[in-house]
Every structure is written in structure tokens, then in C-alpha cells.
């Protein structure tokens, strides 16, 4: 079954210390997306990309970094220079065409910061 | 720039109650509109989407939406909720003819009670 991946679930870390969340998806997709969730904040995107070895920032993109070396994969960088880490972390991924192509999201990943 | 609009932050419902949560987004010359759930520690999944044609969109799990160009609305409706129906829905929006980035709203938690 084709789907997104994201892991771990749940990730612990103690504050000043980077953390990389995975995503890898198997639906082919050429974009990818990283999402921020926090209560009653609804979504904000942090960064995204259409194309290996190309991504842009989103609203959101102080204090991460991202990469995209393979279609299949695009892990997030949470670094210390992110003051408000701890939050629901989700990616998504989609086709790469007209508008109306909707995001196919992972279970996401749960940062507790320390 | 477009902007999506949930005007409820909780709904609770009794079981077999109808439903309707409601959204709108900031006008464009046309747009692409969706509604998203999801379930605790989930991802979001998609309920339906509104590219054109019809006004009434059906859905997965019984629910529909429907789109009103006038009123800038598309708001989303069941007729007889479960209890399984409690999640917190999201209602997005991208811009028509383009592969900008979805805008979601900021949710709406639907509680249904026994």
C-alpha cells in the first residue's frame, strides 16, 4: 500500500540539541511538505518541495532546515536555534500539476523539547 | 493572498444529530476547496474536495459540503453524526490555477456525545 512514513512517533530531546524527523513516501510524488500543528493554531507550513535537490520556506521556516536528495524522502531539521520546538510535526506529500491536487499526509511526529 | 475561515472552534453534538461545520475563504476567481479530518495523534485525511462542477460535494463517512460562490462558503454537513465522527476537521483552500500552497483554517473540533 502506497502511503507516507513518518518517524519516530514520538521524540524526546533536551533543549540546544538538534533533532531530524524522517519522512519517506512510496506514491511517487514529486512534492513533499513539512507542516507545524500546535492547539487551536490549525497548520503552518515550514518548508516544501516540488523537486529533488530543491525546496523552499514556508511561513514558518526559522529554526529548521530541510533536505530533499531523493523523490522519495525529505527530512526536517529542528535545530536550536528554534525557540518554541515542541509541537505535532506532520508531512505531506502531492502531485505536482494543477491546483486541485490534495496532500496525502503521514501520522506525524510528536517533538517534546525538554 | 488567500485565507480560510472556520468560525467554529467546537461544535458538540448529540449522536444522530445533524451537523454543519462551517467555512469560508477569502474570494478568488476561482478556487479549489477541500475538507480534511483527523483523528487523535493522526494525520489528516481526506474527506472531500471541490474542484468545479457541481455545488454539492459527497464525501467519505457520509458528509458532504457544499460550495457557495456568492457567499464565499463551503461549508460541510452530515445528516446523523457517531460517536466515531468525533475529530477535529479542517477546512483548505488553494487558489484556481495554480500550485501555490493549500491555506488551512484553524479547525474545528466536533465532540459527539452518547
Known amino acids: 500500500d502506497g502511503g507516507i512514513t513518518q518517524s519516530p512517533k514520538y521524540l524526546f530531546r533536551k533543549e540546544g540539541q538538534n533533532v531530524t524527523l524522517s519522512c519517506e513516501q512510496n506514491?511517487?510524488?514529486?512534492?513533499m511538505y513539512w507542516y507545524r500543528q500546535d492547539p487551536g493554531q490549525g497548520l503552518r507550513l515550514i518548508y516544501y518541495?516540488?523537486?529533488?535537490?530543491?525546496?523552499q520556506k514556508g511561513d514558518i521556516a526559522e529554526g529548521y532546515s530541510v533536505s530533499r536528495e531523493k523523490k522519495e524522502s525529505f527530512p526536517l531539521t529542528v535545530t536550536s536555534a528554534q525557540k518554541n520546538p515542541t509541537a505535532f510535526y506532520l508531512c505531506?506529500?502531492?502531485?505536482?500539476?494543477?491546483?486541485?491536487?490534495?496532500?496525502?499526509f503521514g501520522n506525524g511526529t510528536r517533538l517534546t523539547v525538554t | 493572498a488567500q485565507s480560510v475561515t472556520q468560525l467554529d472552534s467546537q461544535v458538540p453534538v448529540f449522536e444522530e444529530a445533524p451537523v454543519e461545520l462551517r467555512c469560508n475563504y477569502s474570494?478568488?476567481?476561482?478556487?479549489?476547496l477541500f475538507w480534511y479530518v483527523q483523528y487523535p495523534n493522526q494525520g489528516l485525511q481526506l474527506l472531500l474536495k471541490?474542484?468545479?462542477?457541481?455545488?454539492l460535494v459527497k464525501g467519505i463517512n457520509g458528509f458532504e459540503a457544499e460550495f457557495n460562490k456568492s457567499q464565499t462558503s463551503f461549508h460541510l454537513r452530515k445528516p446523523s453524526v457517531h460517536i466515531s465522527d468525533t475529530a477535529e476537521y479542517f477546512c483548505?483552500?488553494?487558489?484556481?490555477?495554480?500550485?501555490?500552497?493549500?491555506?488551512f483554517g484553524k479547525g474545528t473540533k466536533l465532540s459527539v456525545k452518547p
Open positions: 505531506a506529500s502531492s502531485i505536482v500539476g494543477t491546483g486541485g491536487s490534495p496532500l496525502h
Open positions: 506514491l511517487n510524488h514529486d512534492a
Open positions: 518541495s516540488q523537486i529533488v535537490n530543491d525546496f
Open positions: 474570494s478568488s476567481v476561482s478556487v479549489y
Open positions: 471541490y474542484l468545479s462542477g457541481s455545488t
Open positions: 483548505a483552500a488553494r487558489s484556481g490555477g495554480s500550485q501555490g500552497n493549500l491555506i
